[in-house]
């Protein structure tokens, strides 16, 4: 079964709205949790990442919210463009980042 | 700098014929995997190697095969293909803690 569930599955924002992605875990040994970035065609990208000794973590428009308690994190995404229109994959691992659990995905489209 | 070079980016096989999907990294990364992205599912974890020499099973082995001989290189072999390995195969490497690099795939169709 999947170790990390992600919802929802595609959203819709008008540009300069905010998408907000959310993803659920189970296993208390995951330590680092990734979210990638795909276009049609391409491989993931990592987009940004964090580790749970912090609850937020920003990067330009993007922001990981993260509780640990509540074994939650989120992605969002500020100001949405039309070239943030891919798929967004959360992630879990331990402490290396080579045995990564991914989330089903989230389709985001953006209209101008 | 190249990152992660996966070839080839299509194939189509028919069932029971064997290939090898070929994956190389150009950046010294200690670690390599193999993930197999399939709708609705995400990215599922084949196999992964911790080095040269060391190799181990993911979430989803069954039918495949790889080796590491070079730090560079990362093979993935089909033993005797499948219409459920239909796929779109993805390697990644690492240095262990600054974050997968994936390359562009391979999309696979078994017939």
């Known amino acids: 079964q999947q170790q990390v569930k992600q919802s929802p599955q595609s959203l819709i924002v008008q540009k300069g709205g905010i998408s907000i992605i959310n993803c659920a875990y189970e296993?208390?040994?995951?330590?680092?949790f990734p979210w990638y970035q795909q276009f049609p065609g391409k491989g993931p990208a990592l987009l940004i990442a964090?580790?749970?000794?912090?609850s937020e973590k920003k990067e330009g428009r993007f922001t990981i919210s993260f509780n640990k308690s509540a074994k939650q994190f989120s992605l969002h995404i500020m100001d949405s463009q039309p070239g943030d229109s891919a798929t967004y994959f959360c992630?879990?691992?331990?402490?290396?980042?080579?045995?990564?659990?991914f989330g089903a995905g989230t389709t985001v489209t953006v209209r101008a | 700098n190249a990152g992660v070079t996966q070839t080839p980016k299509f194939q189509v096989l028919k069932t029971g014929q064997s290939m090898t999907l070929q994956c190389a990294q150009d950046?010294?990364?200690?670690?390599m995997s193999w993930y197999r992205q399939d709708p609705g599912m995400g990215l599922r974890l084949i196999h992964y190697?911790?080095?040269?020499?060391?190799?181990d099973q993911g979430e989803v082995p069954n039918g495949y095969n790889v080796s590491r001989s070079t730090t560079e290189d990362f093979p993935l072999r089909l033993l005797s293909a499948a219409p459920s390995q239909t796929s779109v195969y993805f390697c990644?490497?690492?240095?262990?803690?600054?974050?997968?690099?994936f390359g562009q795939g391979t999309r696979l169709t078994v017939v």
């Open positions: 964090i580790r749970p000794d912090v």
């Open positions: 950046m010294n990364h200690e670690y």
């Open positions: 190697s911790v080095g040269a020499g060391i190799t």
């Open positions: 990644a490497s690492s240095s262990g803690s600054g974050g997968a690099f």
């Open positions: 992630a879990a691992s331990g402490a290396n980042d080579y045995k990564l659990s």
């Open positions: 296993n208390t040994a995951f330590d680092y």
